[in-house]
T-cell receptor, first 112, second 111 residues
């Protein structure tokens, strides 16, 4: 039973364009959401977060949008750079800082 | 100057053996975790350990046990290893802010 879904296993985008990574969740108790980026042979690194009291959070080239009624969030990267090529994990938790449930990840390839 | 470090990076062992993976964090965080990334690439939490309180994911077999000698360390012991235990195991830590910092992972292969 996947509580956090990332239905696109992979995504290819041209350098300079926008990358949009999507995440859906089923548990209405989830209140806090994170995006992590993972390079091969490394652990996931935190990218950006959003809590359910907001619908948008922006940090430089990265923006996360949350649609709580649709149980959907997305990560926008603009402009995309080749160094953004990695696997992106969406994670959700009903408690601040506790026991996140991760999606299966989306592999982003940014083509020069 | 790694924030969360785990050793070894690779571990190949035979079925039935007992093995340990070590994790250390130098961030002063109160909570440490073990995650398992399975063959389908899902990251699933196994344990969280905070101020002596251990929260166990009920799906984790009792062959797996975390041991915390102090706040900066949370080691993972696995008894009677099985083929299905092959995976990448990640240690992580967090403080009051929600995001966790992860180690580089330990790829365990049981043959």
């Amino acid at each position: 039973d996947q509580q956090v879904k990332q239905n696109s296993p992979s995504l290819s985008v041209q350098e300079g364009r926008i990358s949009i990574l999507n995440c859906d969740y089923t548990n209405s108790m989830f209140d806090y959401f994170l995006w992590y980026k993972k390079y091969p042979a490394e652990g996931p690194t935190f990218l950006i977060s959003i809590s359910s009291i907001k619908d948008k959070n922006e940090d430089g080239r990265f923006t996360v949008f949350l649609n709580k009624s649709a149980k959907h969030l997305s990560l926008h990267i603009v402009p995309s750079q080749p160094g953004d090529s990695a696997v992106y994990f969406c994670a959700a938790s009903p408690y601040y800082g506790q026991n996140f449930v991760f999606g299966p990840g989306t592999r982003l390839s940014v083509l020069p | 100057d790694t924030a969360v470090s785990q050793t070894p990076k690779y571990l190949v062992t035979q079925m039935g053996n007992d093995k340990s993976i070590k994790c250390e964090q130098n961030l002063g965080h109160d909570t440490m975790y073990w995650y398992k990334q399975d063959s389908k690439k899902f990251l699933k939490i196994m344990f969280s350990y905070n101020n002596k309180e251990l929260i166990i994911n009920e799906t984790v077999p009792n062959r797996f046990s975390p041991k915390s000698p102090d706040k900066a360390h949370l080691n993972l012991h696995i008894n009677s290893l099985e083929l299905g235990d092959s995976a990448v195991y990640f240690c992580a830590s967090s403080q009051e802010s929600a995001e966790a910092f992860f180690g580089q992972g330990t790829r365990l292969t049981v043959v």
